[in-house]
């Protein structure tokens, strides 16, 4: 049995939490949470949690524990990895590792030194149907790809009086909008078409430059540092050309994101808020579009598929996909085998923040800036 340990206990901690519990082999021993410690004794007894604290140096030494689940805000992410690996854990993070290259390379470092797994949650790529995009460019059914664009759109920050932690530049660090949902949309980018971006061209704004949040005698106006729009021009290794926009205060948009791929021989594309369909485009024939299913699906892609057709898969059951490879790549390794599924790990964690570091180099300059 595998013991594990979640750290923040917001929104994406109890997803953590709900996704362990499906997966065999795994005991959730830990919750770390907040100030109010009656609320994580209160879930950890909820679910037969032996050990609930709100010190994750609690946790360090305990040999009970392999595996820590970082769900924590972002200012938080690097000390907390930092000391887990140390401290000889494996480590599931929310993303960004860090909030600079220079810490997620340490981070690297520090895993590849003690031989840890890592892996970051960029859960989005284990929809049956993005599964089945990448398989499909991998194996040549688009020829070859010319250009990529697509848009990640929210609305939960269209009111001034919109209020959350990642507008606070103490707590989200250098970027709010590239870095929480740009950076999902270009890896999504990056896995279907097998290809890194190297160049970025980029123009962030801040729509809302002026907020208010909640104070104890009403709202209090305070100015926001960190960008809540950006569009960004793309190059990526293989040649292709793209272009991808973000926003938070698109009214109506929940969590819509569209990736579409261009090939020469055919096309791509695929929404979130339709997640199981896949669009495939065509010149001289109908267009389709594909239904996710574990008997339809290239054999690669077949895997993450896990409902007969016609049942719909949702986002715990991306998360579930993903975390599912982590553990088995775990049991592996502790076997003394090679790992056999490609999570995405710290060193896709580090390359996350090297193109949002990139981006925001551009927007300052105005210029085309190399990811390096």
Same mark, same amino acid.
């Given at each position: 049995?595998?013991?594990?340990?979640?750290?923040? /206990? !917001?929104?994406?901690?109890?997803v953590h939490l709900q996704t362990l519990l499906r997966?065999?082999?795994?005991?959730?021993?830990?919750?770390?949470?907040?100030?109010?410690?009656?609320?994580?004794?209160?879930?950890?007894?909820?679910?037969?949690?032996?050990?609930?604290?709100?010190?994750?140096?609690?946790? /360090?030494?305990? *040999?009970?524990?392999?595996?820590? #689940?970082?769900?924590?805000?972002? #200012?938080?992410?690097?000390?907390?990895?930092?000391? &887990?690996?140390?401290?000889?854990?494996?480590?599931?993070?929310?993303? *960004?590792?860090?909030?600079? $290259? @220079?810490?997620?390379?340490?981070?690297?470092?520090?895993?590849?030194? !003690?031989?840890?797994?890592?892996?970051?949650?960029?859960?989005?790529?284990?929809? *049956?149907?993005?599964?089945?995009?990448?398989?499909?460019?991998?194996?040549?059914?688009?020829?070859?790809? #010319?250009? =990529?664009?697509?848009?990640?759109? @929210?609305?939960?920050?269209?009111?001034?009086?919109?209020?959350?932690?990642?507008?606070?530049?103490?707590?989200?660090?250098?970027?709010?909008?590239?870095?929480?949902?740009? $950076?999902?949309? &270009?890896?999504?980018?990056? &896995?279907?078409?097998? $290809?890194?971006?190297?160049? =970025?061209?980029?123009?962030?704004?801040?729509?809302?430059?002026?907020?208010?949040?909640?104070?104890?005698? !009403?709202?209090?106006?305070?100015?926001?540092?960190?960008?809540?729009?950006?569009?960004?021009?793309?190059?990526?290794?293989?040649?292709? $050309?793209? =272009?991808?926009?973000?926003? @938070?205060?698109?009214?109506?948009?929940?969590?819509?994101?569209?990736?579409?791929?261009?090939?020469?021989?055919?096309?791509?594309?695929?929404?979130?808020?339709?997640?199981?369909?896949?669009?495939?485009?065509?010149?001289?024939?109908?267009?389709?579009?594909?239904?996710e299913s574990p008997f339809l699906q290239h054999e690669?892609?077949?895997?993450?598929?896990?409902?007969?057709?016609?049942?719909?898969?949702?986002?715990?059951?991306?998360?579930?996909?993903?975390?599912?490879?982590?553990?088995?790549? /775990?049991k592996l390794k502790l076997e003394g085998k090679e790992?056999?599924?490609?999570? *995405?790990?710290?060193?896709?964690?580090?390359?996350?923040?090297?193109?949002?570091?990139?981006?925001?180099?551009?927007?300052?300059?105005?210029?085309?800036?190399?990811?390096?």
């Amino acid at each position: 049995m595998i013991g594990a340990a979640i750290i923040g /206990l !917001g929104y994406i901690g109890k997803v953590h939490l709900q996704t362990l519990l499906r997966i065999p082999g795994i005991k959730v021993r830990a919750l770390v949470g907040g100030r109010r410690l009656e609320r994580v004794r209160e879930l950890a007894d909820t679910y037969g949690i032996p050990i609930a604290t709100n010190d994750y140096r609690d946790l /360090l030494d305990d *040999p009970t524990i392999q595996v820590v #689940h970082n769900c924590t805000p972002n #200012h938080l992410h690097y000390e907390i990895n930092r000391a &887990f690996l140390q401290a000889g854990k494996h480590i599931l993070s929310e993303k *960004p590792l860090a909030t600079s $290259s @220079q810490e997620t390379a340490e981070l690297v470092r520090l895993a590849e030194a !003690g031989n840890l797994l890592t892996g970051i949650n960029f859960c989005y790529r284990y929809y *049956p149907a993005v599964q089945e995009a990448a398989a499909k460019v991998r194996k040549g059914e688009l020829g070859d790809v #010319h250009t =990529v664009v697509g848009s990640y759109l @929210q609305d939960w920050l269209l009111y001034d009086t919109d209020y959350d932690w990642r507008l606070e530049q103490s707590a989200t660090g250098q970027s709010n909008v590239i870095g929480d949902i740009g $950076s999902h949309w &270009f890896h999504l980018a990056q &896995f279907v078409t097998g $290809s890194p971006i190297v160049e =970025v061209m980029a123009d962030l704004k801040t729509t809302r430059p002026v907020r208010k949040k909640p104070g104890p005698e !009403g709202y209090e106006e305070y100015e926001v540092k960190v960008e809540d729009y950006g569009s960004v021009l793309i190059h990526f290794a293989n040649g292709a $050309s793209g =272009v991808f926009t973000v926003s @938070q205060l698109c009214a109506g948009r929940k969590c819509a994101i569209d990736l579409q791929v261009y090939g020469f021989d055919s096309s791509l594309a695929w929404n979130h808020e339709r997640s199981t369909e896949l669009w495939m485009g065509y010149r001289s024939q109908a267009n389709q579009v594909l239904m996710e299913s574990p008997f339809l699906q290239h054999e690669d892609a077949k895997r993450y598929a896990l409902l007969p057709t016609g049942h719909p898969m949702g986002y715990h059951d991306a998360v579930y996909n993903l975390f599912r490879d982590f553990y088995e790549n /775990l049991k592996l390794k502790l076997e003394g085998k090679e790992p056999k599924y490609p999570v *995405p790990d710290f060193g896709e964690g580090h390359r996350e923040l090297l193109v949002t570091e990139a981006i925001l180099q551009s927007h300052r300059e105005k210029r085309w800036v190399k990811v390096l």
